[in-house]
């Protein structure tokens, strides 16, 4: 969770002044909560933003509210920052970062300086994750958990994944294409080896995974954004 609230902490903003429920203060983040949650609730929420360095002493205001059975976390951002694709992926994975957690599920509402929701983004809708060792393995909806299974054992199998070296994959399919994508430093982008060894890597994946369907292979900065596309 640290690495995606931290993200986040960047594009956070002021509420206006109003009452938008009990209100507490976390090393300069405003954590409103009202209409269900408790003190507790509100507490440990506050604690998270503060241990993750999303309450870093700038001024950000949150709240945390319950409609229904539904646990809502609203964030005051930047309103340039809603329609930043280069975003979309830590917001995707925000409310299943933040369900784990507090224990129970959480989406998140991107929202102006009076907490009016501009975008909902839901648990339901974010990317699953499972590990492969030390390697995180994300999948969309358009991707089945036996799928996602079988990506993982061939990465341990194959030795990408082990133990001690942290990475960061996910998986999506379009049509009948699926698409791998990997974090990578910006440094690898244009080398020819890195370039070589993922086309390989790819025609493995077609091959052993994925029943001969076309793999494409994304190469990405930290936030999943795709620098480069290898599927020749």
């Given at each position: 969770m640290k690495k995606i609230i931290t993200l986040l902490s960047v594009i956070a903003l002021l509420a206006s002044c109003a009452n938008y429920g009990e209100k507490k203060m976390f090393n300069g983040t405003e954590?409103?909560?009202k209409d269900g949650i408790t003190e507790a609730q509100a507490d440990k929420l506050g604690e998270s933003l503060v241990s993750s360095g999303f309450a870093d002493g700038n001024g950000k205001?949150?709240?945390?509210?319950?409609?229904?059975?539904?646990?809502?976390?609203?964030?005051?951002?930047?309103?340039?920052?809603?329609?930043d694709k280069s975003l979309e992926s830590v917001f995707n994975i925000f409310p299943k970062e933040l369900s784990e957690y507090m224990g129970f599920p959480v989406d998140l509402h991107l929202c102006d300086d009076s907490f009016n929701t501009l975008r909902v983004h839901k648990l339901e809708d974010a990317q699953k994750t499972i590990m492969a060792k030390a390697t995180e393995v994300r999948y969309t909806k358009n991707v089945t958990l036996d799928e996602a299974e079988k990506l993982k054992d061939f990465l341990i199998e194959f030795g990408f994944s082990d133990n001690e070296n942290r990475k960061t994959v996910a998986l999506d399919k379009?049509?009948?294409?699926y698409i791998f994508k990997m974090v990578?430093?910006?440094?690898?982008?244009?080398?020819?080896?890195?370039?070589?060894?993922?086309?390989?890597?790819?025609d493995e994946l077609s091959k052993n995974v994925f029943d001969n369907q076309p793999v494409r292979v994304h190469m990405c900065d930290e936030l999943m954004n795709t620098i480069r596309v290898i599927e020749k």
């Open positions: 954590v409103y909560y205001s949150v709240q945390f509210v319950k409609e229904g059975e539904n646990y809502i976390f609203k964030m005051v951002i930047k309103e340039e920052s809603i329609d379009e049509g009948t294409a990578l430093d910006k440094s690898r982008m244009e080398d020819k080896n890195t370039i070589g060894l993922l086309t390989m890597f790819k």
